[in-house]
């Protein structure tokens, strides 16, 4: 809803650092299709940044979402370029590593990603319509043993991913308010759930509204924010 408002609660002090030898940058990612990224996407990540006390949020801009159709996808370039333009100012970064990772599910992409970045401590955040379908996804349970899960409340999603079965299995792991997660893969598992005030923008809407969206984006000198690699204007 624009305009809304954050509300405070307990997921708010819900996951808080300690002091101890586990220094490297805490950052969040976000995974999606970003077709086009909005400004529902930014604001989910800053909300989450605060609760978390994360130091960045990297938006995995997917190639292809295999649970998601082909049709009305626009190129990665364009998707990327407005995923760059909507995280401006702000600490987040918006990248296409999955393409030079070469993969293609998001557990093989995390574990590339740790190994790559093995300074870096990580909490993997989606949305309360994943969760609902979490357990479609290739070897979830492997993805909460790999880093602590944020779960971020959606409108119309929230009863449906209680009620799944991937929280049936997670619900041990759930974080009480005052434990802290480290964001190292020896804390996980480790499931949070955040609540704010809902914010129904949707890049569905939007495509709706602007088919032609992708054409106006300009993608020249496009560099990934993670890699600093050029990006070309292939629709891969």
């Not at 490297?24 to 299709?33: D, E, M, N």
């Not at 996407?41 to 989450?48: E, P, Y």
């Not at 969760?131 to 959606?154: N, S, Y």
């Not at 709706?208 to 993670?226: G, M």
Request: no cysteine; net charge positive.
């Amino acid at each position: 809803m624009a305009g809304a408002r954050f509300r405070a609660g307990p997921a708010l002090t819900a996951l808080t650092l300690p002091a101890g030898p586990l220094t490297g940058p805490l950052t969040g990612l976000l995974g999606g299709s970003f077709n086009p990224a909005h400004g529902g996407h930014r604001r989910i990540s800053l909300f989450a940044r605060a609760a978390l006390g994360l130091d960045e949020v990297w938006w995995l801009v997917s190639p292809g979402n295999v649970l998601k159709p082909a049709a009305g996808m626009a190129p990665l370039a364009a998707r990327l370029a407005s995923a760059q333009a909507m995280s401006r100012n702000a600490p987040i970064r918006a990248t296409a590593i999955e393409q030079e990772l070469g993969t293609r599910f998001t557990v093989d992409t995390l574990r590339a990603i740790r190994r790559r970045f093995p300074r870096r401590r990580f909490v993997w955040i989606m949305g309360a319509d994943n969760l609902a379908q979490f357990q479609r996804w290739k070897d979830w349970r492997g993805i909460a043993r790999e880093m602590p899960i944020a779960v971020i409340a959606r409108p119309g999603y929230d009863a449906a991913a209680l009620a799944s079965p991937a929280m049936a299995w997670l619900r041990r792991w759930r974080q009480r308010p005052g434990q802290f997660v480290s964001g190292a893969r020896r804390s996980a598992p480790a499931l949070t759930i955040l609540r704010f005030d809902p914010d129904d923008r949707s890049a569905s809407a939007i495509r709706a509204a602007d088919p032609e969206w992708a054409s106006r984006i300009p993608v020249a000198r496009l560099r990934d924010a993670v890699t600093h690699r050029p990006i070309g204007r292939g629709k891969s």
